[in-house]
Structures are given as structure tokens and as C-alpha cells.
């Protein structure tokens, strides 16, 4: 049986093209990566009725059954039904009309995310919370924007090669009278992280300008010395991304700033994004976006009517190094 396939619909209901003609994959979203187990039956069940009996753990955390032949998708989308209200409108709190037709854009990717603090003791948030905070600013829309959440600096969510990272930081307490200077915390920044720790008379020196907030420190120490302050700090990058052309890992762009500040930032994407573009979405990544426009355009628009909290530091200019492979190499041509 031969279709007439409109491949950008069908893409935009969040499933991709095969090799094999007529076959489309779901990808379903998961924000933040974690999900209840209860859903493996459910994801199953698709994969073997209307799939080839398999799913693949999508890079951006999705859950994609590959094998769906386009006379399916409508069986497909009224099946998914149940879990997009549960996940989107009743976990995350997205505002949104749910019915038989699925997903209704792919614009904003799955939001990705370490374990965060819920398990990790390295990580300074609760990376699956906020994920779902942003997704119910962000989802459902048509303008573009990838995104990843790491709990601490050692970034294993790939904070930097997206759209918009942010990074979980601490601005560790120091309890002078818990220290026994046993010097565990300086090591611990020499070999981990910036350096910032000595020791003067039996007791520790910070030098807080290079402090990167990773909290390495608290995790070392035998006495209790350093610990998490329990306000949570974060870092925001901007225009991070892979691609063939021109790569280039995002900037720092806000520091040590609050969840508000975050999420009054998100709140401003979609606008920035429509602004750009003329009010008419593209897959375009955010990094172009702030290049068409220049970066004090973007902090202008990005940060309107956001609160910043005291702490928090903005960059005052951001500059990018790309790679670029279209000129830079003498090559011979290929016979």
C-alpha cells in the first residue's frame, strides 16, 4: 500500500523517518530522564504491536520505538494518549489540550538531565525537578530550543553543547572551629577543580573569585568543616552546540543565580526565539539566534523583568570560538 507522506507533519508529531520507506519512529518524552517503572509494560507494548519489538534510549533521553509503519501512527497516538496527560499535564503541569493526535510539536527537545542529588553525591540540585518545571514552560512549542541539566560542574549531561546548560553550583559554609586542618579540601580543588584552597595557620583560605561551586570540598571533609549552603545556585550557558559545520561549546552566561532567575529566563525563550525569526518557527539553533541579533540584544530580551538575586553575576560580553571545516584545511581533492 503506497502513501502520500507528508514527512514534516509527521515529524512535528514527534515521529522520524527510516531508511525503510514508510516506517517512522516515536519519540516519546521523558523530562529530566526519569520515569516510573510501571511505564516499561506500556513502552513494550507499543514496540511489539506496532514497532519491530525494540526501543532505543534516545540520546536526548527519549524513549524511541523504532519499526512504526505510517498506517499505524493514528493507532499509535490514541494508545500514548493516557501517558502524555499523566507525564505532561499531571507530573509536569503543562498547559495543554491532550487528545488522540499525540504529541503536538517537536520544536522543544526532550529536556535532558543527570540523576541529580536524588542519588548522586556530587550533584548540588534536583535536576529531575527542575526539568519538569521548565517543561511546563517550555512544552508544547514550535520554536527550537535543546537543553540539558547537570547537577555540579562535572557536567555529565553535556551542559555545553546545548542551547541553553545549567549547571547546579554551592557556595560551600566553612566552620572554622569544625576544621582540623587536615588539608583534605585542598587537595581535593587541586586535583578536581580550580585550585582555590590553602591552608594558613592550620586552617583553610579560600580565594573565592575562582570558586566554581562544585562542592568537592564538602564531600572530602572528616569533620564536617565545609558544607552545602542550602540556598541552590545555578549556572546558565548559552549557544552550545554539535553540527558539521561550525561546533562550539556554549558560554557562561549567568552565574550563581536562583531557580526564579532560571526559569523567568525560559519564560523568555519563546518571545526571543519569535522575535528573531519573524514569527515564524525554524530548526534553528540558539547559538544562530544570538548570532543574528548579537549577544546584547539576547541579555536584553532573555532577562526582561527578571528578577536578579544578589548574588547572581550576567557576562558582560560573550565571545565564541567556533571550528569551522569549510576553509580551514588544505586538502587534496579526492580521485
Not at 509503519?69 to 499531571?90: A, F, L, Q, S, W
Not at 570558586?211 to 552550545?240: D, H, M, Q, S
Not at 561546533?247 to 523568555?268: A, H, Q, S, Y
Not at 519563546?270 to 514569527?279: I, L
Request: aromatic share 10%; hydrophobic share 35%; charged share 25%.
Amino acid at each position: 500500500m503506497s502513501y502520500d507522506i507528508d514527512v514534516k507533519k509527521v515529524r512535528r508529531n514527534c515521529y522520524r523517518q527510516s531508511k525503510v520507506r514508510g516506517e517512522f519512529m516515536l519519540q516519546i518524552r521523558v523530562p529530566g530522564g526519569v520515569i516510573d517503572a510501571k511505564y516499561l509494560s506500556f513502552f513494550q507494548h507499543i514496540a511489539e504491536t506496532w514497532g519491530n519489538g525494540e526501543f532505543h534510549l534516545g540520546v536526548r533521553q527519549t524513549i524511541s520505538i523504532p519499526g512504526i509503519k505510517y498506517e499505524y501512527i493514528d493507532e499509535v497516538n490514541k494508545y500514548i494518549r493516557p501517558y502524555i496527560e499523566e507525564i505532561e499535564v499531571n507530573l509536569c503541569g503543562v498547559d495543554m489540550a491532550v487528545d488522540d493526535n499525540g504529541y503536538p510539536t517537536i520544536g522543544a527537545r526532550n529536556i535532558m538531565a543527570c540523576i541529580g542529588n536524588r542519588h548522586c553525591i556530587y550533584a548540588n540540585i534536583d535536576t529531575t525537578d527542575l526539568a519538569r518545571k521548565i517543561e511546563k514552560i517550555i512544552f508544547p512549542s514550535d520554536y527550537h530550543i535543546k537543553l540539558n541539566i547537570s547537577g555540579c560542574p562535572n557536567d555529565c549531561a553535556k551542559a555545553h553543547v546545548s542551547d541553553i546548560g545549567i549547571i547546579g553550583i554551592t557556595k560551600p559554609e566553612y566552620d572554622y572551629e569544625r576544621c582540623i586542618g587536615c588539608k583534605k579540601c585542598v587537595e581535593a580543588c587541586a586535583h578536581h577543580a580550580t585550585r582555590v584552597l590553602s591552608v594558613e595557620k592550620g586552617k583553610i583560605v579560600k580565594d573565592t573569585c575562582c570558586c566554581v561551586g562544585c562542592g568537592e570540598c564538602v564531600l572530602v571533609c572528616p569533620t564536617g568543616a565545609w558544607t552545602r549552603n542550602p540556598k541552590k545556585f545555578y549556572r546558565v550557558l548559552i549557544g552550545g552546540r554539535t553540527g558539521k559545520q561550525t561546533p562550539r561549546m556554549g558560554k557562561i552566561f549567568l552565574n550563581w543565580v536562583t531557580e526564579d532567575v532560571v526559569l523567568g529566563v525560559l519564560k523568555n525563550w519563546e518571545t526571543f526565539s519569535a522575535y528573531v525569526m519573524n514569527n515564524k518557527p525554524e530548526y534553528i539553533h540558539g547559538g544562530h539566534l544570538i548570532d543574528r541579533v548579537g549577544y546584547n540584544k539576547f541579555k536584553e530580551m532573555i532577562l526582561k523583568d527578571v528578577k536578579l538575586n544578589p548574588e547572581a553575576m550576567v557576562a558582560e560580553r560573550v565571545l565564541w570560538t567556533e571550528t569551522e571545516y569549510r576553509s580551514n584545511f588544505n586538502v587534496k581533492p579526492v580521485t
